[in-house]
């Protein structure tokens, strides 16, 4: 059994997990638990900050006896360590604070002190280790250097070992680094296109192909062939399809992959897409970015403008996929200013258009949102299938 730490948006990040691994169970409003043997990689995944193998269950109790538990166990089984451990500890759902969790530590490493092991203690500046911190201290990735991440849930408690944080800093040098880039066509952060294309779920084939009809820069398509799909993308613009080229050149060469692409120009609601198409995963036409919350007319003509554009886009894809393939698409969903926000007609409706939607049994809404606080234009995650 695993547990996962979710991101910003935990309905997303836990909707993510089931598409891939099916058994997943809300733990707390930030945690997951993943019931399966195979092992996760925590850098194919957009939406969970760290993700651990649990070792201890425990009974809801307070920090003090949850951290003589903890030390109990760990001056046992440190203890038949040879050489030098590097620990962190973490802490989430407990009101503790950071100095009581590293005397947790210390205590730990002076019962130590007459066995073969010796460990070194990562500080804690805040109660919870940040992913940055735990990544560059390699933690969960050797035997010997070792996060143990304390998470108080609905019903109980566990102490799991990390097996890996989200690599923050290669995520970021992926969206900046890159040779193309135009903030007019929006930002589609790397972590994202990893959330959407996961929640195609697992893709069969030798070498699946994903489908992006309106790729822009190609950040979709740059995170496919880095999940080791082959990538097919179309724009209406010759300058998006330009960008995408050397934007995934600049990745293959940095990224050394074997995956093979194709980008042609295309109006997604009238283009013929070439066979064979796995899955269609694609950040759909926004409309016009907006800072403040636009006038009621205004919002009615660019929400109408959208929905008839992703609307004739569906339209134009249903006959040329084959029943059961997954299509995710990002669509625009306004925010007012107080987190109520303004959906597509269509998102009512896509049964009328052909589609259905793939039912998830753990995300807690039915509105799968990625905004960010001060943004207007949020993102609504559809997940769908042309019906069986």
């Given amino acids: 059994m695993h547990i996962a730490l979710l991101g910003r948006q935990p309905a997303l990040s836990i909707a993510e997990l089931e598409r891939l691994y099916g058994s997943v169970l809300w ?32 009974p809801l109790r307070d920090w003090r006896t949850t951290s003589m538990k903890l030390v109990q166990h760990y001056a046992k089984s440190f203890a038949e360590y040879d050489g030098k451990i590097t620990l962190g500890i973490s802490t989430y759902g407990f009101d503790v604070s950071p100095r009581e969790i590293q005397k947790t530590g210390l205590i730990l490493k002076n019962k130590l002190k007459n066995t073969n092991a010796s460990l070194r203690l ?12 735990a990544h560059h201290n390699k933690l969960g990735l050797s035997a010997n250097k070792i996060e143990l991440m304390v998470v108080r849930g609905n019903s109980n408690i566990v102490i799991a070992e990390s097996t890996g944080a989200q690599n923050i800093t290669a995520l ?19 972590k994202l296109a990893q959330i959407m294309i996961n929640l195609a779920g697992p893709l069969d084939g030798p070498t699946p192909r994903v489908l992006d009809p309106f790729c822009g820069t190609g950040v979709l398509l740059q995170e496919a062939l880095l999940l080791g799909y082959n990538a097919y993308g179309t724009d209406l613009a010759e300058k998006m399809v330009r960008y995408s080229q050397d934007n995934l050149t600049w990745i293959k060469d940095k990224a050394h992959l074997t995956s093979e692409w194709t980008l042609a120009e295309g109006d997604a609601m009238t283009t013929s897409w070439q066979q064979p198409i796995s899955a269609v995963v694609a950040e759909t036409y926004l409309g016009q970015p907006f800072s403040a ?12 403008n959208c929905n008839h554009i992703i609307s004739q886009f569906l339209k134009n894809l249903l006959p040329q996929i084959e029943p059961g393939t997954p299509v995710v ?42 905004f960010r606080p001060e943004q207007v234009v949020g993102r609504e995650i559809l997940i769908l299938r042309k019906p069986i």
């Fill in 27 to 58: 733990f707390s409003d930030t945690a997951a638990l993943i019931d399966t043997n195979q092992p996760i990689d925590i850098q194919r995944l957009g939406g969970s900050r760290k993700i651990g193998k649990i070792v201890l269950t425990l």
């Fill in 122 to 133: 990562i500080p804690n500046q805040e109660s919870a280790l940040s992913t940055a911190t």
């Fill in 172 to 190: 970021a040098a992926r969206d900046q680094g890159r040779p193309r880039r135009d903030a007019f066509v929006g930002m589609l952060p790397p």
């Fill in 293 to 304: 919350p636009p006038s009621s007319a205004k919002l009615t003509e660019v929400r109408g």
């Fill in 329 to 370: 698409i990002g669509v625009p969903a306004w925010n007012d200013g107080t987190d109520h926000f303004t959906h597509l007609p269509l998102v009512e409706s896509v049964e009328k258009l052909g589609y259905e939607q793939i039912p998830l049994r753990t995300a807690r809404n039915e509105q799968l949102l990625y």
